[in-house]
Nanobody
Framework: VQLVESGGGLVQPGGSLRLSCAVS??????????IQWSRQAPGKGRETVAA????????NYADSVKGRCTISTDTVKNVVYLEMNPLMPEDTAVYYC?????????????WGQGTQVTVSS
């Protein structure tokens, strides 16, 4: 399983961004999974900001991004998106895409390398 994030960059406060996570090694329409976007700001611990489950497509969001953030999947392209609007300086962090994939009695956890998001004027 591989996860590759993209879409980070420098954004002004109040702007928007869509992060992408290209997934290979499992498929959204046939495997059991939880996919999450987490972030880590300088000097802080990792925070899970959004997650989506294969069980009914349920989503969860951290209070810090609720109402500003949407996680979604494209089952054709096998990509997970995280859309954020409006962005605030405190959203500055490295954003990571992670997945827990369950196959039979085994579960594996996988992470991408991360993409930097900087919110600054």
């Amino acid at each position: 399983v591989q996860l590759v994030e993209s879409g980070g960059g420098l954004v002004q406060p109040g702007g928007s961004l869509r992060l992408s996570c290209a997934v290979s090694g499992f498929t959204f329409d046939s495997d059991t999974y939880i996919i999450q976007w987490s972030r880590q700001a300088p000097g802080k611990g990792r925070e899970t900001v959004a997650a989506i489950s294969s069980e009914g497509g349920r989503t969860n969001y951290a209070d810090s991004v609720k109402g500003r953030c949407t996680i979604s999947t494209d089952t054709v392209k096998n990509v997970v998106y995280l859309e954020m609007n409006p962005l605030m300086p405190e959203d500055t962090a490295v954003y990571y895409c992670g997945a827990i994939v369950v196959r039979g009695s085994k579960a594996g956890e996988y992470w991408g390398q991360g993409t930097q998001v900087t919110v600054s004027s």
